[in-house]
Nanobody, 118 residues
């Protein structure tokens, strides 16, 4: 079992920055593929960024160039640096972990609110 705890959400003005953190416990962190998702009110949850266990990152087109996903295996943590925030980035952000070794398993954090206002 993997536990994920997010922090770092909050309210910021358009153009501002926030840094989200997600700390994992309960398994060997380095084998996990890590993702950030977000869900805005009335919308489906969407994938924002991925950092695979092999070190490959990818971003949704809407955040590419503005968000940076980093990973610290020694700390069992991932971070999402969000710059040049827009009102459309307002959402609950969720940390997600995927384990592909053996049976596929996926785990979710509790979510953290990000609100961007003009």
């Amino acid at each position: 079992q993997v536990q994920l705890v997010e922090s770092g959400g909050g309210s910021v003005q358009t153009g501002g920055s926030l840094r989200l953190s997600c700390v994992a416990s309960g398994t060997l962190f380095s084998i996990l593929d890590m993702n950030w998702y977000r869900q805005a009110p009335g919308k489906q949850r969407e994938l924002v960024a991925t950092f695979s266990s092999g070190g490959i990152t990818s971003y949704a087109g809407s955040v590419k160039g503005r968000f940076t996903f980093s990973r610290d295996n020694a700390a069992s943590a991932v971070y999402l640096q969000m710059d040049a925030l827009k009102s459309e980035d307002t959402a609950v952000y969720y940390c997600n972990a995927e384990a592909h070794a053996g049976q596929y398993r996926t785990y979710w954090g509790q979510g953290t609110q990000v609100t961007v206002s003009s």
